[in-house]
């Protein structure tokens, strides 16, 4: 429970953190999405800052981290793929911009040279890790409204991959296995 060290991930410019973002593990880093527009990446024992990477938005997310990759999900729904060592954008997926949504979101899922991204339009891609070429896509959305709330599209709960299938829930109630 002792502090061990601690980092402003905030720019300077900035003066205060809005919602959104997270923060992800993989081999002795921590990665760090923002609301500031910002992906960062953290050395875990020292805290010290090895790259900071702008983004084309707000984080809705944490970042997701898998084999060299760190994948965010930005408010105007795009993916933004980066190199896990350097903070090169690598490549981007853009979904349909939503108007409407709630204040968080799911994170992408990677499995097997695949990720599957969850966007608040209550769409879903699933794009190869190499280069974001769409393998397929599906929609969440419901003709069936019982609320304002549960008309919203949004995708909350993060992808989960096992079995060769995908599961998938919406923010209206649908689910499935793909």
């Known amino acids: 429970g002792e502090e061990v060290w601690q980092t402003e991930t905030i720019p300077s410019s900035e003066r ?8 992800a593990y993989e081999y002795h880093k921590i990665y760090v999405s923002t609301a500031n527009a910002e992906v960062l990446a953290l050395d875990a024992q ?4 090895l790259w900071r990477a702008a983004t084309s938005g707000p984080v809705r997310t944490a970042p997701t981290v898998k084999d060299g990759r760190v994948f965010v999900v930005t408010i105007n ?3 933004a793929t980066f190199d896990a060592n350097t903070g090169k954008l690598l490549w981007t997926h853009t ?19 695949v990720v599957v ?9 699933a794009l190869r890790v190499e280069n974001g070429y769409p393998l397929w ?9 019982l609320d304002s709330i549960s008309s ?27």
């Open 16 to 23: 205060s953190q809005p919602f959104g973002g997270g923060l």
């Open 46 to 49: 020292k805290g010290t800052i």
């Open 77 to 79: 729904n795009q993916l």
């Open 95 to 113: 979904g349909i911009i939503e108007s409407a949504g709630l204040l968080g979101g799911a994170s992408p899922a990677v499995h097997e040279g």
């Open 117 to 125: 991204v969850p966007y608040s339009s209550g769409e879903v891609f």
């Open 137 to 145: 896509s599906e929609s969440l959305t419901t003709s069936k409204r």
């Open 152 to 178: 919203l599209s949004h995708i909350k709960a993060r992808p989960i991959i096992g079995h060769a299938l995908v599961f998938l829930v919406g923010n209206s109630g649908r689910m499935s296995a793909l």
